[in-house]
């Protein structure tokens, strides 16, 4: 007799529903609840859980499709899937060529560094790193340098050259030592 008077209760709170304004903040509390309650499944399976918890709101499916709409982890779980939209690659990176023909050059540093020891300590000095990156497959040399000048750079760049072999083309941000280096050497720079 339990079972059939509590299967009665369940029967008549379907059937006469606590009315609840769609545009009150407990409709939206509902909302939330039950939404969370039914593991984020959708406006369907939503609006049947409140309306089997006994309430229905007025307006119900416009409200729970924005609930829903606004809802960070169902976004998340029905997002579409994003995919990345790369840039055209530059012509050397698409031609083959041999390693270090097309190369970008930077320099990085400086270290303290101790040159050597004297009667007084030591004298400390600073170096830089020249960095060449091939650009067809993104190998790097690292050449050291003990100033930053443009005559430095150039026997950092004479070393690479003998080491590598020649380059088609080299790339760099202009810096001053890069500029000097080009009318040191007397090549045009475009």
């Known amino acids: 007799m339990n079972k059939e008077s509590s299967k009665s209760e369940e029967d008549s709170v379907i059937l006469n529903p606590v009315i609840v304004s769609g545009k009150s903040y407990f409709a939206t509390l509902l ?3 039950f939404h969370e309650r039914v593991k984020h499944q959708g406006r369907h399976f939503t609006e049947g859980a409140i309306r089997a918890g006994g309430f229905w709101i007025v307006g119900g499916k416009h409200k729970i499709s ?22 055209p690659l530059p012509a050397y990176r698409l031609t083959y060529a041999q390693p270090f023909s097309y190369v970008d050059v930077d320099v990085f540093g400086p270290w303290s560094v101790v040159t050597r020891r004297t009667r007084g300590g030591q004298a400390s000095g ?11 497959i993104r190998a790097v040399h690292i050449e050291l340098i003990e100033e930053m000048s443009s005559s430095a750079f150039i026997n950092a760049l004479r070393r690479f050259v003998a080491i590598r072999g020649n380059v088609t083309e080299f790339r760099s941000d202009r810096g001053t030592k890069f500029v000097g280096a080009t009318d040191d050497l007397g090549v045009d720079i475009p």
């Open 31 to 33: 909302i939330r609840h």
């Open 126 to 136: 600073k170096r830089w790193a020249v960095l060449f990156t091939c650009l067809t």
């Open 66 to 87: 924005s609930y829903i709409f606004g809802c960070f982890q169902c976004r998340k779980l029905r997002g579409k899937q994003q995919s990345q939209i790369m840039a």
